[in-house]
């Protein structure tokens, strides 16, 4: 698409008989910028060449064989006619460009600064619209059959009932109690924190258990797929192993194989013929997506899809993916430490927030059994350590949390925090300061939890507060001591969630005194004593005792 424009120069003398090109300029149709292709200086224009006029058609008709994104622009300083257009191939009109949110996938004819949908700034893609007869997948590739009736909910056949179990105690928790039938999966994490390891993992048991299973990579070939599986020893299943990243083709084999389980790894290598793009952009992530889903709901086959993430952690791509998606989960934790924790944040059968702890090993990712002494120090607790109770999906998991104070040498105190929100800290020490005089506005405060988990339980401030107190006058809590509770902005100490079942791990794992809120229903357990308090610095007196 190359148009050759040529205007009047309004700057040139009138007297000026001959044809001068002043500046020829290529415009990018999807950018908009202009970029001066020629220059040269004269007396009579800073930007001119001389040319007869007959070289914009021998410069349209050779662009026009390299390039149809781009158009040119060349402005003459003298012609008879005000316009001179040479038109080779229609040029895309803006109307067939459209501005899409990578946060959510809105789509708008015209740049906007700031989402009205999300309100997220900044997180445009510039795409040419797709063709009518290639957009979307159309109600034709619905699953064909099915009553299109309304009809009471209460009639439904539900003739997909049964879960399908993966042999793996913490993957099945984290998806619900196993896969349900026809499900779409989406599974992200950093780069070698053990996606493909544990699908990779899961599809051998299961092909070693009869069923079928199809593995699509993407990113690996067959050889190097092949001596992944020998260190993990799954490579004597029967799994089926392919390796495309064409849509269509995956479809078509998986069609012919009718597999119980499929990944795909990972979903922003693949793309379809019918869509403009490349693999990985806004399109081709969307509507593989969307097609992958229509094939797991007609066939009944469990698709998970294994996805990349950005710097900030979340998928890769538009919002819109993990929307269409039945359940999101995510690795957590450091990728070079021994345990690997995934978190489900969303799960349309199971609960969210379910979590399922990991050891990485020689032989793969192996499940653990008991996390709540993963994440426990044996023995007393050093000043500044705490331990806590938090609740991860249907699981009460024990955890402790440290912390360090310090005198400063900087002019602004530093507030690090690792596995809790910043701003979470900061209210904790505004806190301390006013209700239990503890002084810490010259001091560096650093505050992390053990084994790299991520917690938003409320039930944390407490055991936070004294860990912060204990570490700055350098006492311990008393041993076999847990500290669970909630702060209010007014010093009081409210009650947390499902206080019955903490205390129930406590208890399990030999905890002997247990530190609670005073308000609230607190379950009677015997041999362990319960210790009420109403108020923060009624707490901050009990431990400096």
């Known amino acids: 698409m190359v148009m050759i424009v040529a205007n009047k120069s309004p700057g040139n003398s009138p007297k000026t ?15 908009g910028f202009w970029e001066p292709i020629i220059r040269k200086k004269t007396k009579n224009c800073k930007n001119t060449i001389n040319a007869p006029i007959f070289i914009l058609e021998r410069l349209s008709e050779s662009i026009a064989k390299y390039s149809n994104t781009f158009s040119i622009n060349i402005f003459v300083n003298k012609i008879e006619n005000s316009a001179f257009t040479i038109l080779h191939q229609p040029v895309a009109s803006k109307k067939n460009i459209q501005y899409i949110c990578e946060e959510c996938g809105s789509v708008f004819p015209h740049k906007v600064s700031k989402c ?88 051998s048991t299961i092909a070693a258990a009869g069923c079928k299973t199809l ?20 490579a004597g299943s029967d799994m089926m192993l392919f390796c495309e990243t064409s849509l269509s083709k995956i479809l078509e084999c998986a069609e012919k194989i009718k597999p119980q389980v499929m990944v795909i790894d990972s979903i922003q290598t693949v793309y ?6 490349t693999p990985g952009s806004v399109s081709q992530l969307r509507e593989c997506a969307l097609k992958l889903m229509v094939f797991a709901k007609s ?35 450091d990728k070079k430490g021994q345990y690997r924790i995934l978190r489900t944040v969303k799960n349309r059968f199971g609960a969210t927030d379910e979590i399922g702890v990991f050891e990485m090993s020689s032989l793969g990712l192996i499940p653990v059994q ?3 002494k993963v994440f426990l120090q044996e023995g007393e607790l050093s000043p500044g350590s705490a331990v806590s109770c938090t609740i991860e999906g249907s699981r009460a998991m024990l955890f402790e949390i440290q912390a360090l104070v310090g005198k400063t040498s900087y002019a602004m105190p530093q507030r690090v925090s690792a596995g809790v929100e910043a701003k979470k800290l900061t209210i904790i020490l505004a806190l301390l300061e006013r209700f239990a005089k503890l002084q810490v506005s010259n001091s560096d405060v650093f505050v992390s939890v053990v084994g790299g988990l991520k917690l938003e339980d ?15 006058r350098n006492i311990s809590l008393p041993p076999h001591s847990i500290v669970i509770g909630e702060l209010g902005l ?19 794992l030999g905890f002997e005194k247990i530190v609670v809120p005073a308000s609230g229903k607190i379950p009677t357990v015997k041999g362990i004593e319960i210790i009420k308090f109403a108020r923060l610095e009624q707490a901050v007196e009990w431990l400096l005792g």
Do not use: W
């Open 490 to 508: 007014s010093g009081e100490i409210r009650p947390v969630s499902s206080l019955d079942l903490r205390i129930k791990e406590a208890h399990r």
């Open 370 to 372: 008991n996390p709540s």
């Open 458 to 472: 409320p039930g944390i401030d407490l055991p936070l507060a004294l860990a912060i107190v204990g570490n700055a």
């Open 17 to 31: 008989k001959e044809n001068k090109i002043i500046g020829i300029r290529l415009r990018c149709e999807n950018s």
């Open 116 to 203: 009205p949908e999300c309100g997220v700034s900044g997180l445009f893609v510039v795409e040419t619209e797709i063709e009518k007869e290639s957009r979307g997948i159309g109600v034709t590739s619905m699953p064909q059959g099915e009553a299109l009736e309304p009809m009471p909910i209460s009639e439904v056949p539900t003739k997909h009932s049964k879960r399908l179990t993966t042999a793996n105690q913490e993957f099945d928790r984290t998806l619900g109690g196993g896969m349900a039938t026809g499900s779409l999966i989406l599974i992200g994490g950093d780069p070698g924190i053990g996606k493909s390891t544990l699908v990779l993992q899961t599809l």
């Open 272 to 277: 379809s013929e019918d869509l403009p793009g």
């Open 215 to 234: 593995y699509v990579s993407g990113e690996e070939s067959a050889a190097q797929v092949k001596l992944r599986a020998e260190r993990l020893g799954a």
């Open 299 to 333: 066939s009944g086959t469990v698709t998970i899809l294994v996805g990349h993430v950005t710097k900030d952690g979340q998928i890769a791509g538009p919002r819109i993916l993990e929307h269409m998606v039945d359940t999101v989960a995510y690795f957590e934790g």
